[in-house]
């Protein structure tokens, strides 16, 4: 099946630096890619839907000026977070989506633990 | 409001019982998948399916679209099948966006 990876896989940083997290599909072009956020014990929050070559589209209470996305080639989007700070502590997971092919699946990516201290 | 139910929210068994986890929604869907996320984090997609029922392996997932209800079973259940499993759906206005169910732990015991 399509692969999606993501990098890092984990990361800590200290609180007020930013940290980019990339989301590739391996093996096909995804022109959409999802990132979600989830918290320990619950399920996946959808946080923005990645346009390749457009604005992403952010859920109601995301601030999109916190968590930039690029979604700048058929194969890459990057979450950016800004100015990370403790309660930014979570996992993030991106899914790419390749509406071309007519088909609703979905490929997750194996998700990236960011840690804020 | 949209939403996806599962039942239950946590179920151990052991090692060789048939298993079955539910999935309800309240509206009209495109499509409808079970996801599996391990401890690590990584979530696999298992099935997506609009119709009737599919089967890969010891998994095998049902949908009754009148019912707005679908199933997933996995039958002579082992230890490694321990995991999350997450019912989502497409809405049928709402394109490749995905509502998730709160998802179901699964633990196998030896």
């Known amino acids: 099946g399509a692969v999606v990876s993501q990098h890092p896989s984990r990361v800590i940083c200290k609180s007020g630096t930013s940290v980019k997290i990339e989301c590739r599909s391996l093996?096909?072009?995804?022109?959409?890619m999802f990132w979600y956020r989830q918290f320990p014990k619950q399920s996946l929050m959808l946080m923005a839907t990645?346009?390749?070559?457009?604005?992403?589209?952010?859920e109601q209470g995301v601030e999109k000026d916190k968590f930039l996305i690029n979604h700048a080639s058929l194969t890459l989007s990057t979450l950016t977070v800004t100015s990370a700070h403790p309660e930014d502590s979570s996992f993030y997971i991106c899914?790419?989506?390749?509406?071309?092919?007519?088909?609703?699946?979905?490929?997750f990516g194996p998700g990236t633990r960011l840690t804020v201290l | 409001k949209n939403e996806v139910e599962q039942s239950p929210q946590n179920l151990t068994a052991q090692e060789g019982e048939f298993i079955t986890i539910n999935c309800s929604y309240s509206v009209g869907i495109s499509a409808l998948h079970w996801l599996q996320q391990h401890p690590g984090g990584g979530i696999v997609s298992l099935f997506m399916?609009?119709?009737g029922k599919k089967k890969h392996g010891r998994l095998i997932a049902t949908i009754n679209i009148q019912e707005k209800h679908s199933s997933l079973h996995i039958t002579a259940s082992h230890p490694r099948d321990s995991a999350v499993y997450i019912c989502?759906?497409?809405?049928?206005?709402?394109?490749?966006?995905?509502?998730f169910g709160e998802g179901t732990q699964l633990t196998v015991n030896p």
């Open positions: 093996d096909f072009q995804a022109t959409t």
């Open positions: 899914s790419a989506f390749d509406m071309g092919q007519g088909a609703r699946e979905q490929f």
């Open positions: 989502a759906v497409n809405w049928g206005t709402s394109g490749s966006r995905l509502t």
């Open positions: 399916l609009s119709s």
């Open positions: 990645s346009n390749e070559g457009s604005k992403a589209t952010y």
